[in-house]
């Protein structure tokens, strides 16, 4: 009898742990570097590039996004080439970069797929612009709509504390709070 109900509990606990991980899965699985790089270049006029999408669901849901670039937008980024048919993002013409993202959002907004970010943390951070003799930075277009419009909403407001002093040394991380 012992014998019986150690094989039910043991049974009933795999059986949870694979629905936990199946609903996680149905959940939050969208959440991949190609459907987040299709989601960037709809909305910006840029080719974007992500190598990896780790997230968290305990307490506040965290998003860890890992190799990001955003380049002019090409060819691949018109076409929505999914990132396994397209070639490395060159760094050189990559006028942004991270080495890694990280997103805070409660756990429900991100399950009914509403990213509202909490906090965002960039590490690594790197930019390469142009500024031409009317003060326009080329890295403006990236953040313009395919089109060439300007985005449908405001930019985030940067907090202060990063200096000029620090640019594209990666060594201070740049923090953004919604």
């Given amino acids: 009898m012992k014998k ?38 709809q909305r910006w006029n840029c080719r974007a590039a992500i190598e990896e999408v780790n997230v968290k669901l305990l307490g506040t849901a965290t998003v860890e996004l890992k190799g990001v670039a955003l380049a002019p ?15 490395a993002l060159d760094e050189t013409i990559a006028e942004l970069g991270a080495s890694s993202v990280y ?34 930075a080329s890295i403006e277009s990236l953040f313009e709509e395919p089109n060439g419009g300007s985005p449908t909403e405001p930019p985030l407001p940067v907090e202060s504390g990063a200096s000029s002093s620090q640019e594209g040394n990666g060594n201070s991380p740049a923090e953004v709070q919604g």
Avoid: W
């Avoid at 951070?125 to 142009?130: D, I, P, Q």
């Fill in 73 to 87: 937008r090409d060819q691949f980024a018109d076409h929505a080439t999914p990132l396994a048919d397209r070639p």
């Fill in 4 to 41: 019986k109900l150690l094989i039910l509990a043991a049974t009933l606990v795999a059986l949870l742990v694979a629905a936990v991980l199946i609903a996680r899965q149905v959940l939050i699985g969208y959440l991949t570097p190609d459907f987040l790089v299709a989601q960037i270049e």
């Fill in 103 to 136: 997103l805070e959002i409660l756990p429900g907004e991100l399950i009914r797929r509403q990213l509202n970010i909490r906090h965002l943390k960039v590490d690594g951070l790197a930019v390469t612009t142009t500024v031409d003799r009317d003060g326009d």
